[in-house]
C-alpha cells in the first residue's frame, strides 16, 4: 500500500484550497477588518433548531461573515450565540420578519423544525436573502420544489446543509471519479446506522424529530440523506429510480422509522444500495463503496479523512487528508462565500431538491410496495 496523500498534496488538489481551509478554522483577530465582500448573516432558529452550537461557531470563524443578527422567538439560542459570536452578533430579535425588514442580511441561516422550515425560508427569499438551510427543510418535496423554483427565478442560492460534500476524502474520491480512474461506474453501496439508544429517552419522544407530521420522516430524512447526496455528487450522476422498505423496528414509541433498507437505480444505469437505520448502543457506522471497471474505492467511519483506493492495475493505495479538518466550520464558510458572490455554492438549489426528491420518493415507494420514478 502506497503512503498516505500528506496535508500539503489534499491543500493542493480540492477545491477548498490552503487559504481557504486556513481561513476557515481560524477565528478573525479583534479589531481585525472585515474582508471585501463580507456581508451579514441571519440566523433564524427556534428552541428546536439543530446543530446550532456548530453553525454558530462557523460564522465566527468566518471573516467573510462580518456580523450576525439573530431571529430566536424563544430566547433559546441567544446565550448560545452570545457565547460563540461575541461582539459579531450585533442584533436580536424575537420576530423573523421583523429582522429581515431592518437588517437585510445577505444569507439566513435557518435551522429549524421541517415542519416550520418552508415559510421561513419563503420569507427570506422574498427579502433577497441567499438561504442556507438544515435538512430537511420540509415535510414534503412539493414544498421543497416551490421554494427552489422561488430561488432559481430570483438568482438567490437555496443551500441545504448537506455538510459531508466538503470532507477532504469525499473531495478526492470525487477527483478520482470525475478522472476516469475507477472507469466505468458499475454499483454502489451505501451504509449509515447510528444509535438507536437516542430513540429511548422522554425528550426525544417529545421532540418534533420523533413526529413525522413535524419532521417528514426519521433516520432517512435526518441522516441517511447525507449519504444519498454524497452518492450522487461523487458520481456526477442522478438516481431516477427507487424502491425499498422503511419501518420502525426498535418498537419505541415515536411516529418516524428507524430502520431504511433502499435500492435505486442512477440516471446512468448503474445500481445502487442503502441500509439506514438507529441500531447500535452508542456511536456510528458508515461506509460509501463504489465500484467501476478499472477499480474500486471506500470511504468509513473506521478511518477518519481517508479513503482506500484499489486500481485493477495497480492495487491498493490510500488518500488521507488532515485530521482537524472542521466540516460544519468548512462548509458554513463555503455558503457564506458564495452568498458574498465570492465562489459557487457548495451546493445548488436544484441539488438540494434533488436529494430531497429522492428521499420522500423512497417513502412514497415504501407506501405503495412498488419502485417510484424520481422527478
Known amino acids: 500500500m502506497s503512503e498516505p496523500t500528506d496535508r500539503r498534496g489534499f491543500l493542493r488538489n480540492t477545491a477548498i484550497g490552503a487559504a481557504g481551509l486556513a481561513a476557515a478554522i481560524a477565528p478573525r483577530s479583534a479589531g481585525q477588518a472585515s474582508p471585501e465582500g463580507a456581508i451579514k448573516v441571519a440566523v433564524i432558529t427556534h428552541a428546536g433548531g439543530a446543530h446550532l452550537g456548530a453553525y454558530f461557531d462557523g460564522l465566527a470563524k468566518t471573516e467573510e461573515a462580518s456580523s450576525v443578527v439573530l431571529a430566536d422567538p424563544d430566547g ?18 424575537a420576530d423573523r420578519d421583523e429582522l429581515l425588514a431592518k437588517e437585510q442580511p445577505g444569507m439566513a441561516l435557518i435551522s429549524m423544525e421541517a415542519k416550520l422550515a418552508p415559510a421561513a425560508i419563503d420569507a427570506a427569499l422574498d427579502a433577497g436573502c441567499h438561504v442556507f438551510a438544515e435538512k430537511p427543510a420540509c415535510t414534503n418535496a412539493e414544498d421543497f420544489a416551490h421554494l427552489t423554483a422561488k430561488a432559481n427565478d430570483k438568482g438567490l442560492h437555496l443551500m441545504l446543509a448537506l455538510a459531508n460534500r466538503l470532507n477532504p476524502e469525499v473531495q478526492e474520491a470525487k477527483r478520482v471519479i470525475a478522472e476516469g480512474e475507477l472507469g466505468d461506474i458499475y454499483s454502489v453501496d451505501l451504509m449509515l446506522i447510528e444509535d438507536q439508544t437516542r430513540l429511548t429517552s422522554a425528550g426525544y419522544h417529545a421532540s418534533w424529530f420523533a413526529e413525522k407530521s413535524r419532521a417528514g420522516g426519521g433516520h432517512l430524512t435526518w441522516l441517511g440523506i447525507h449519504w444519498l447526496d454524497l452518492a450522487m455528487y461523487v458520481t456526477g450522476s442522478s438516481i431516477e429510480r427507487v424502491t425499498g422498505f422503511t419501518g420502525n423496528v426498535g418498537g419505541e414509541p415515536i411516529n418516524i422509522e428507524d430502520s431504511v433498507a433502499m435500492a435505486m437505480q442512477f440516471d446512468n444505469g448503474t445500481f445502487g444500495t442503502l441500509t439506514s437505520g438507529y441500531y447500535l448502543d452508542k456511536g456510528y457506522e458508515s461506509s460509501l463503496k463504489i465500484w467501476g471497471s478499472k477499480g474500486r474505492l471506500t470511504i468509513t467511519s473506521e478511518a477518519l479523512r481517508a479513503m482506500k483506493l484499489y486500481r485493477n492495475d495497480e492495487g491498493p493505495s490510500e488518500f488521507t487528508g488532515p485530521s482537524d479538518f472542521e466540516v460544519y466550520t468548512t462548509f458554513v464558510r463555503a ?7 465570492l465562489e459557487p455554492p457548495p451546493i445548488t438549489a436544484d441539488e438540494s431538491l434533488r436529494v430531497i426528491r429522492t428521499v420522500y420518493g423512497l417513502y412514497d415507494a415504501a407506501e405503495s410496495g412498488c419502485a417510484v420514478r424520481v422527478r
Not at 76 to 93: C, F, I
Not at 335 to 341: H, I, L, M, N
Open 76 to 93: 433559546n439560542a441567544e446565550p448560545m450565540a452570545r457565547k460563540a459570536l461575541g461582539d459579531k452578533l450585533t442584533a436580536v430579535y
Open 335 to 341: 455558503a457564506v462565500r458564495a452568498s458574498a458572490g
